[in-house]
């Protein structure tokens, strides 16, 4: 029964702090896909309310809790680096309320499993957008590294723990079309490496 333990807290490892402190760094957003962020933590908040009323385990959805307060402080920072702070300060409050009604007796069963059914679409066109701005633009911009490679093998390995932890089949198949996802973003990392260099324009 204690198995999976060791698999949880590897999980829980902050994937999203080496993106977060490049954008503080680079002190910009640049090549970073708003709309794909927020379908991002669309698709976290389902799989965590999905698994908080399901009973799940906490060992099979604990990373989605820190991945979903990762991708909510890259949205702000977006958001704050594009000159947009009080709208960014205006989302995390309704963010919250939101997250607040969704894990509420208010919402019915139906409504939490459509949220989660809907991880695969949201998952997808987040990551198509994020690609087509990295084409667009022909570089990755501040998008990191690490942070892209650590995302692609823990939805790899989600597939497999999250079979063995709930069984749900709707869980793993959201994590085999995140790795697919994951890994054309991976893909152009490597494939636009070259491309950032002339980004370092000098501005002074």
Known sequence: MSAPQPCSSHR????????????????????????SVMLELVALT????????????????????????????????????????????????????????LLSPLTPQAVVTL?????????????????????RNGHTGQLSAITVFLLFGGSLARIFTSIQETGDPLMAGTFVVSSLCNGLIAAQVLFYWN???PHKKKKQ
């Open 12 to 35: 829980l490892f902050p994937v999203k702090l080496p993106q977060v402190f490049k954008i503080l760094g680079a002190k910009s957003a640049e090549g970073l896909s708003l709309q």
């Open 46 to 101: 389902g799989t965590m309310v999905y698994s908080i009323t399901n009973n799940f385990p906490f060992s099979s959805w604990g990373e989605a809790l820190f991945l979903m307060l990762q991708t909510i402080t890259i949205a702000f920072l977006v958001l704050h680096y594009r000159g947009q702070t009080v709208k960014g300060v205006a989302f995390l409050v309704c963010y919250a309320l939101v997250l607040l009604v």
């Open 115 to 135: 949220l989660q059914a809907s991880n695969m679409p949201s998952v997808v066109v987040g990551r198509l957008l994020q690609a087509a701005t990295n084409y």
């Open 195 to 197: 491309a950032k260099a």
